[in-house]
């Protein structure tokens, strides 16, 4: 297929687009490489052993799209947005104009190209505190942050878009932790300043780029204290896309999936494994809990399992060996590197 993807140099994006070429999809991505180094594209194309098109710009940019879906696209791969949940907390408009605004802009594009097919990448936060876990997707939906209601916003104006057009299908993405890197070290996870997540931020500690890693509440009501969460290695989320787009091509109608091993980590023994993967000891202190933050949140993923045919099948040890892999061939991430 001819695909075009949104935020295809970003984290998530990156890692598809190499499983998309490999697969032997025609890639256009369209980014403005807003928290993304076009270097991560390059490697893709390295990994891949493909070329793929590059536009760089902004989705909510009509002569940008009118580049990206010249040529033809038969479904587009939607990534880009901003996902930081505190900076969203901060700057609500922007998070509202670029996420929103983003996908209104490219859905009208979509329209004027004719094309009918979406992977929208959603995630977990939909969910806010979830009355029990693991949650499935019939789950209520109740956001706690702007950006979250960005998130949901965008699952709504996809699922009413589709209400008005039979033949058109949408596939909601909603992502658990991603975690991990591309096993040849090559691309992965590249947060500017200081990361708001956790699996980056244990890795800058054991490069040394941070000299040790704030433990946001030590007394949730579980085994250890620390928060559990449903990691998932990015390779795996990547071929869930595959699965995805394919989906999206066989079945018309709007579906919402869950994407995660189903399977919890507390962040002890999140830091444990990194320790194990990279051989060096990682400084902890405990702290507050973070505002917003749930006890746990992992994933039911019986129906991604079952009607996309798709699995996690990558564990907590890949996840660490790869993103370790990565922090350490790139102790500075893209920044360095030519
Ligand atoms: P990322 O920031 O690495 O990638 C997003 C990409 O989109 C970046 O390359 C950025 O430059 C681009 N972008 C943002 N706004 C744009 C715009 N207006 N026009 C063009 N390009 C734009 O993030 P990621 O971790 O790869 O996340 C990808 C998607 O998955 C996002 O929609 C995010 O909300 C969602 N998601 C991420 C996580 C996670 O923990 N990483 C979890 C759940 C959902
Ligand atoms: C995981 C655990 C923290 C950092 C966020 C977004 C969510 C989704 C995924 C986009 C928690 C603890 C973290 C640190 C810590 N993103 N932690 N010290 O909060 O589950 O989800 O990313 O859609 O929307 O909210 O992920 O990696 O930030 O935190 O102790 O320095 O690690 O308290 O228990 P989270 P996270």
Redesign the pocket.
Known sequence: MNLLV??????????TCVLLLEAGHRVTV???????AAI?LARVQELAGKPLRFVE?????PD?LARAFAGGIDAVI??????AVGESCEQPLRYFD??I??TIALMQAMEAHGVQRLV??????VYGQPDRVPVKEDAPLRVTNP?GR??LVMEQLIQDWCAARPEASAVL???????GAHPSGRIG???RGEPN?LMPYIAQVAVGRREYLRIYGDDYPTPDGTGIRDYLH?MDLAEAHLKAVDYAAAHAGCEAFNLGTGRGYSVREMVAAFEAASGRAIPCWSVERRAGDVTELTADPAQANARLQWRATRGLEAMCADAWRWQQMNPEGFTHVS
Not at 6 to 15: E, M
Request: charged share 15%; proline share 4%; glycine share 12%.
């Open positions: 949104t935020g295809g140099a970003g984290f998530i994006g990156s890692h369209i980014d403005n490489l807003c928290n993304s991560a710009g902004d989705i909510r940019n940008a939607h990534f880009a947005a901003l996902k670029n996420n605004g983003g929208f990448s959603s995630s977990a936060t950006y960005t998130k993405l909603r992502y658990f932790n991603p975690v996870e590249d947060p997540n990015v």
